[in-house]
Structure formats: structure tokens, C-alpha cells
């Protein structure tokens, strides 16, 4: 059966009477006390709220020094470059790529759908793999490959070539974001696992923010010399970036807790402490895969619902509309006459959506895992009421009126999909009590999701429909109301596992 939550006001899990998977590394005897509390009953200070170290004992505040110095720095930079590289193409699409490459109807998102694939191929194994292999070395790993292709697309000469190419950097960005999950809920407690994937994942955001910026600049400045086109120079940038990052993760990004030695910054009782803290919360380690253990792990509930959540919302999500609106100005004849937009416009215009969903997600994180005790599902609930009114706005607002409006609209956009990070982290909270299960979980959850991606635009979000979308607009509010829907199933799904362990406790 599967474990249960902690508690009725707590998303965690704690296992059942089983061993924590590594026993050489997790008797008791080897473990220093720690000083934990329940997130439901933590008595937290005003300065705990805005950092939870605050709170802790001057032992855990140094672990945690160091776990952020090397593993959160580590993943925020990484995911920021990951993020650069995937959105150069959208950005190069806008400043020459469509023209020089002829990539006319729906060829941009044909490129996007051949990335897509090779993400989606790459995730699960790479999770499966991080169970068993050091972490230390396959991101990094991977993050160097999908530098040199990054570098290898600038070269492009045709449609062809740039499909080729994003499906192996696709591939090769696989494992980052639901390694880095998984790895992340490896390290971190309910009360500090949301504020930290959070901003690990506002710095992709930044990196979405950072194109636009970069491929202005590289349009501007170097749009010609040397006889490459200014898109061009964005990819050679990227990849000039991307490498030493890449480089620097083998010294600092750490491996797992229950590793002989997860990293050269922890000494031995810093290591300790780190295993008995995870214990604590009840998030296990390292497995064996014995039959019992493969019969455990694929008829639990939890592999075949818990994924759907993150699927249904990170697709609810809409494609925004506003550098086709903006572009969609200058045509010929123009919709509104007198008023067009020039490139930099289309390019930087659209930044502050970003920023605005970055300071969201941040306040989501820390009203989470502060006041909301570790609750996750509270604020996946209002993103898709809010994601749900958006929609509904934009289908009845007049295209081409009150322009400062539509400026409004698209920079408010994205806020409902602010709690997207915590999603994931329910996944691993929900399922601590199997290490196997949890990677699992986390890699199909984003692996599911981005088949969706591959699949539905190509539909639902075609690049001539915009900038209206009708049909891709229709398509999230379906999808908005069943990640409610899907919300409420876990919801109670949770609550018959507790009453059977009440039941089991004889409460």
C-alpha cells in the first residue's frame, strides 16, 4: 500500500516500517540529531518566513550554506542557459531566421516540435539513471552536448538541418529540469523545497527574458559582420555562455545525499546530517530493484495520476499572442493605420510578461512554504481559476482597440501559471517514501507533458491562426477546467489513504 501523508495539514509523505534504501550510509547510529518539526506544527519567525535557515540551528544553517552555494547556484544557471537556448529559435524566428531559412506556414512550429521530441525521449531513462549514476557527472555531461549543437545551428543553411539539430539539443537538455527536480527534493525539507525550485525555476524564465535581450542586441550590433546574420550570432552567443557553465558543474554541483561523499564542500557530519534530516521527513534513498520492489512501484496509484496534474497544467497554459499581434500591425494593408512596431519593439516588448511571472512564482514559493505550511495544492487551484478568467478576457476583447489594454493583458498573462513549480514538488512530496518512484513520477510528469507540446500545437496553436488563436484558446480553457478537476481527484485520493492508515492504526 501506498504511504500516506504526514499529516492532514502537509503534503509530505512518510514511508511505512521499511529501511532507508542505503543502510550503510543510514543507521541511526551513524546520524546526529537534528532538530525537525512537522511544517503543519513549526513555530516560524518573521525572519523564517522570508528564509527559513532563520529558524534552524547554527549546524543545519551552514549545510544548507553550502547545498546553496554549490546545488541551487548550480541549477539556477544551468536552467537559465537551458532556457536561453531553447527560446533563441523562437527569437531568431523574429529577427531574419523566417526569411533566410524560408521557414514560412508552420514551419516554427514544426522546429519547436522536433525539440520537443528529443525531450521527450531523453527524460525518463535520465532520471532512472540519476537514481544510480553521480549526478556530478551526467548534467554536466549533457549541458556540454547541448552547447556544441547549440553552436552547430548557428551554421544552418536549411529547414532540414535546424530540425536535425534541435531534436539532439532537445535530447540533450532532457534530463536538466526533472533531473534537477529530483535532485532538489533530494537535499531540501517541505518548508524549503518550494521557495528553492522556485527561484531554480524563475532563473529559466530569466534565461527566456535574457534571448529577447540578446538577440535585440545581436540584430543591432552585430547584424552582418563578419557576414552572419545577427540570429546567427545569437546561437554562437548561447554556446559561448553555455560551456563554462557546463565546465563548472562537475566541481559544484553536488551528488546525492546518500552518496559516500555527495560533495568536496561537506565534511562527514555535514553529509550525516544531511541523510538524517531527509529521514526525518520521511524522503528515502536509494532502492535495490528487487521484484517486490518493481510490483510496489507499478500498481501504486501514484505513477499513473500524479503525472496528469503537471501535464494537464502546464499545457493549459496559452502560447502568448503578442509579437504575432505586435507583427500583425505592420502588415500590408495595416490594421490600424499609423501604428506599427520595429523589431526591437517585437523583441523587448513582450519582457516584462516574463519578469512579472518570475515575481509571482517567487511570492506563490514563499506564501507556500511559509504560511501555507508546505500546502501545494492551494495555489494550483487559483492559477487555474486565474489562467481560466485570462482566457475568457482575450476571447472577448476586439483584436486591433484600446492598445494599452492588450499591453496590459499580455504582461498579466502568465500569472497564472506563477504555482507551476510547486506542482512538481507535490509530485515529490507526495511521493517520498520511494526514491525509485519519485524520479520516476517527476521525469513522466515533464516527459508527458512536453508530448503534449509536441502533439497540440500543431493543432491547436498553428502559427497562422495567430494572433487570435481561437482553437488554441478554446483548448485551455478545456484544459484549465480539468486541472481543477484533476486537483480535487488527488485531493481525494490522499484523504481515502489517510483514513485507511487510520483505520490500519486502529484511530
Known amino acids: 500500500m501506498a504511504s500516506l501523508d504526514r499529516h492532514l495539514d502537509s503534503d509530505a509523505r512518510v ?3 521499511e529501511k532507508d534504501g542505503d543502510s550503510k550510509h543510514s543507521t541511526a547510529s551513524a546520524l546526529p540529531e537534528v532538530r525537525y518539526q512537522d511544517q503543519a506544527t513549526q513555530q516560524q519567525s518573521w525572519l523564517g518566513y522570508l528564509w527559513d535557515t532563520a529558524d534552524l540551528g547554527p549546524k543545519e544553517r551552514r549545510l544548507l550554506l553550502k547545498v546553496d552555494a554549490s546545488l541551487l547556484v548550480f541549477a539556477s544557471l544551468g536552467y537559465f542557459i537551458k532556457n536561453l537556448d531553447q527560446s533563441n529559435i523562437q527569437n531568431a524566428f523574429f529577427a531574419g531566421m523566417e526569411e533566410d531559412l524560408e521557414m514560412f506556414g508552420n514551419q516554427l512550429v514544426h522546429a519547436t516540435s522536433f525539440w520537443t521530441a528529443g525531450y521527450v525521449v531523453g ?87 535574457f534571448s529577447g535581450f540578446l538577440q535585440t542586441a545581436a540584430y543591432e550590433r552585430l547584424n552582418g559582420v563578419n ?26 554541483l553536488p551528488n546525492h545525499p546518500w552518496s559516500k561523499r555527495p560533495s568536496f564542500w561537506l565534511n562527514a557530519e555535514e553529509v550525516a546530517l544531511a541523510r538524517a534530516r531527509m529521514k526525518a521527513i520521511g524522503r528515502k534513498g536509494r532502492e535495490p530493484w528487487t521484484q517486490a520492489k518493481f510490483h510496489r512501484t507499478f500498481t501504486d496509484w501514484r505513477i499513473y495520476v500524479l ?35 520595429t ?28 504560511p501555507a505550511k508546505g500546502r501545494r495544492w492551494p495555489f494550483l487551484l487559483f492559477g487555474g481559476v486565474f489562467g481560466l478568467i485570462m482566457d475568457i478576457v482575450w476571447l472577448k476583447m476586439p483584436l486591433y482597440t484600446n492598445i494599452g489594454g492588450h499591453l496590459a493583458y499580455f504582461w498579466l498573462i502568465m500569472l497564472g501559471a506563477a504555482s507551476g513549480a510547486l506542482s512538481l514538488n507535490w509530485v515529490s512530496e507526495i511521493c517520498s517514501d520511494d526514491n525509485e518512484l519519485r524520479a520516476i513520477t517527476v521525469a513522466l510528469s515533464n516527459d508527458l507533458a512536453y508530448v503534449v507540446t509536441a502533439v497540440a ?20 480553457i478545456g484544459m484549465q477546467i480539468l486541472s481543477l478537476l484533476w486537483t480535487f481527484l488527488i485531493l481525494r485520493l490522499l484523504w481515502r489513504d489517510r483514513q ?6 486502529g484511530l
Open 15 to 17: 514511508p511505512a516500517t
Open 123 to 209: 527524460q525518463v531513462p535520465i532520471n532512472i539513471l540519476l537514481t544510480r549514476a553521480p549526478p556530478q557527472i551526467v548534467i554536466p555531461t549533457l549541458e556540454l552536448l547541448w552547447g556544441f549543437v547549440t553552436l552547430a545551428t548557428y551554421s544552418v543553411r536549411d529547414v532540414r538541418s535546424l530540425h536535425a539539430l534541435r531534436f539532439f539539443v532537445g535530447l540533450f537538455e532532457s534530463g536538466f529540469y526533472p533531473g534537477m527536480q529530483y535532485i532538489l527534493a533530494s537535499w531540501y525539507t517541505p518548508r524549503e523545497l518550494g521557495k528553492r525550485t522556485t527561484l531554480f525555476w524563475a532563473s529559466g524564465s530569466l534565461g527566456t527574458m
Open 227 to 252: 557576414g552572419i546574420a545577427g540570429w546567427r550570432w545569437l546561437l554562437i552567443i548561447d554556446a559561448i555562455v553555455t560551456l563554462p557553465i557546463a565546465v563548472l558543474g562537475f566541481a559544484f
Open 307 to 341: 503525472p496528469f496534474q503537471y501535464i494537464i497544467g502546464y499545457n493549459a497554459g496559452v502560447q502568448s499572442p503578442m509579437q504575432y499581434w505586435m507583427k500583425s500591425f505592420n502588415a500590408t494593408p495595416p490594421p490600424v493605420p499609423g501604428v506599427s512596431w
Open 343 to 370: 523589431v526591437a519593439q517585437i523583441q523587448l516588448y513582450p519582457l516584462p510578461t516574463t519578469a512579472i511571472f518570475a515575481v509571482a512564482a517567487i511570492i506563490a514559493a514563499w506564501l507556500s512554504d511559509g
Open 457 to 476: 500545437p500543431n493543432f491547436v496553436w498553428k502559427t497562422t491562426a495567430f494572433p487570435r488563436a481561437l482553437e488554441g484558446y478554446h483548448w485551455s
Open 500 to 505: 485507511k492508515l487510520r483505520a490500519m492504526q
